[in-house]
């Protein structure tokens, strides 16, 4: 156990950041996979600027790294672009 009072602050505020970068990682997995869920392709265009937004949030806080938040947003892109050739095609 740490014995001075600059070490017992550092432990206290660990397990409050800890416990909120868990929250927003959680938060952030959910509407990625809520996203990829999605069939229609004007919902996934009204959905995709509320998800990179999300995003972009993780990264610039610096819960997750920029190239990772650029690879998400990529392949939700080619998601949501790919849901609008399935339709054109039926």
Known sequence: MAN???A????RQ???RRERNRYYG?????AVRNFRLITDEKEAMEKLPEVTSL???MANKGRIHKNK????KSSLC???????KA???A
Do not use: C, F, P, Y
């Open 4 to 6: 001075h009072k600059s």
């Open 8 to 11: 017992l602050k550092r432990t």
């Open 14 to 16: 660990e397990k409050v």
């Open 26 to 30: 959680k938060t952030m997995r959910n």
């Open 55 to 57: 995003l972009d949030k």
């Open 69 to 72: 938040a650029a690879n998400i």
């Open 78 to 84: 080619l998601h949501a672009n790919s849901l609008g």
């Open 87 to 89: 339709q054109a095609e």
